[in-house]
């Protein structure tokens, strides 16, 4: 499963995290549950 997120990560120009952040947000807005509260960012 690893080597499957490792590769599209890649082809979407993201971390390995970062597919695996995005990933976790897009279902977490799938199923309506997305945090309310947004924090910014750290620069």
């Known amino acids: 499963m690893?080597?499957?997120i490792e590769k599209w990560a890649n082809d979407e120009f993201r971390?390995?995290?970062?597919?695996?952040e995005?990933?976790?947000m897009k279902s977490l807005k799938d199923a309506k549950r997305e945090p309310k509260n947004k924090r910014p960012e750290k620069e």
């Open 2 to 4: 690893l080597k499957a």
């Open 22 to 24: 995005w990933m976790l």
């Open 15 to 20: 971390s390995t995290n970062g597919q695996i």
